[in-house]
């Protein structure tokens, strides 16, 4: 499969895709080249003459950009002869100065041959300090200036150019995120490898209550349990790949008197603004909500969650009701984990196409319906 991948600047893609080609080797699957479009176009540009410091590429005029970048599509295209498994990592857009250009010209994207595109994401904080670290170290100017704003609008851009330029292609176009839990999974990038290596597997949406079962621990692990059963079987798109809701909660519970909000990213204790945070609260609720349903509209199937707590009744969350609906609508299949006693009502019992009470019952339908070509005749 060759997949181009897209994703904004502080996103770490390079480290991420050579960690995706170590998982995939450990796994007797081979990712037979990676091409760093960046890299390459720099590259091009020491060949050509140009001494440009590092960061200051796109200070080029638009010409002369696009003639390096024609350039690195043309090496990519040469290069790849007819391997099978290829990573192509660009832009979508690029950003800088405060303009907004685009990354590719679609006669290059199209010699490529891009099987699917995927459009990589993160938490809006972890992008920040990534870029800070890059101005420290030189990689980008000093002078670099980015909201919280500026990073949710590029974050939507590379999505938006990215899904056009798929559909233009007529090929499938994925968002997924780069980080989750420690607990639910230590490689996010394990269902790109699901969907270069593993097309037996069902592409799901996981749908859960997020915000009421944070607040219960014991309801919160069997969510925990839920999340990574779905991804043993599944292609599972999991919404809290980005959990920026919590910046917003966390400023409101903060200091009234406080013109910083401490947070942690990339496994470091940061300081944002309270004001930059309370400006894109609107942003990051929106996001949510459209987030959401394009993966549920790059899945094949939703699979929904209503645990009970402590005195069997069910939590039941707007948002994953909202998705059922949305999924049902789209005419996706539904399959609902029900735990409590008590029946569901027919708002949500009706909209599943198949209801299972346990973990277990959930379990065997997803065998049942997401096994590698053989394995049900060598278990026979």
Known sequence: MRVLVTGQTGIDKKI??????EY???RGKNIHAVFNIGDMMYAESRRSGLRLAEGKILDLPLAQLGALRRSAFNLVRNEVGEEKNVLVNSHAVFRWNNRLFRAFELPEVQDLRPDV????IDDVENVKLRLDQ???????PPDTRY????????REEEMLASEILASVLEIPHYVLGVSLEEEVSTMPLDVLHSLMFEPWRKTSYVSFPISGARSRPDVWEKVIEFRKLARRYLTAFDPLMIDEKRLVDLAHRSASGSDEVECTALGQSVKLSRREIEDVAYDIDGQIVARDYKL??????????FPSDASGEPLIAGGVQSEIEYASASTKKVVILWEASRDP??????????LVRSMDELEEHLRSISQQPGQREMQL
């Not at 991420?16 to 080609?21: M, N, R, T, W």
């Not at 549920?296 to 969650?305: G, K, L, P, W």
């Open 134 to 140: 890059f101005k420290e170290s030189g990689e980008l």
């Open 24 to 26: 995939s080797a450990q």
């Open 117 to 120: 595109i995927v459009t990589l």
């Open 345 to 354: 009502t027919p708002f949500i019992g009706q909209r599943g196409d198949v």
């Open 296 to 305: 549920i509209d790059q899945s094949e199937m939703i699979v929904a969650y």
């Open 16 to 21: 991420q895709l050579q960690a995706l080609g």
């Open 147 to 154: 909201s919280l704003k500026d990073l949710l609008v590029w």
